[in-house]
């Protein structure tokens, strides 16, 4: 949490402007999970540093600009057709891999939940821009889901931080959080899998 520590006494000393910034690049390297960092943001905005409103908004402008960059680099390599072969044990080989299996299981869906797990909110936007699909739909469907997405963790963030006076117990209820959040997630998708099986059985 110390890294986490020190990005939050950047954006105290610098604003709005370092929100962006922080925010935009930590999707990508932050070394704790993005739903602590947007509860950290929501926090912020409780107190004199950040104004709620703003804060909200500049923080999804940056999970846009997450979104769009990869959407971006995967149509690059899409036009250079494909990741190299001599890239293979890439992460952006991995991540676009991952993200083809998704699509072509789901389709468009898998765009609509991709944001609420770690690894998938990455692979998505980069694959369908490898896939060509038009970024308006990309948009619609994608960010609608990253605003859900964002809103349920910054609010979670800004509740905390209306209510708890030191980083201490944040940092403590987010970890409670985040466990309860990974269990109903876990208990969702066995249950899942249990009714695939069953209707498997029945045919």
Known sequence: MDDLMFFVDIIRQHGYIALFLITAVGLFIFPVPNEVLL????????????DPIPTFF????SILCHGTILYVIGSVVSKRKGLSTKKKSSIWHTRAEKGKELLDKYGLKAVSFSYFFPFIRHAVPFSIGISKVPFHLFVLVGFSSAFVWMSIYFFIGFYYGRTINDWESFVIQIIYTLIVVASIIVIFQLWKRRRQKQKRYEH
Do not use: Q
């Open 39 to 50: 509860m950290s943001v929501g926090l912020l905005a409780t107190t004199k540093y950040l």
């Open 58 to 61: 500049i923080l999804f402008s």
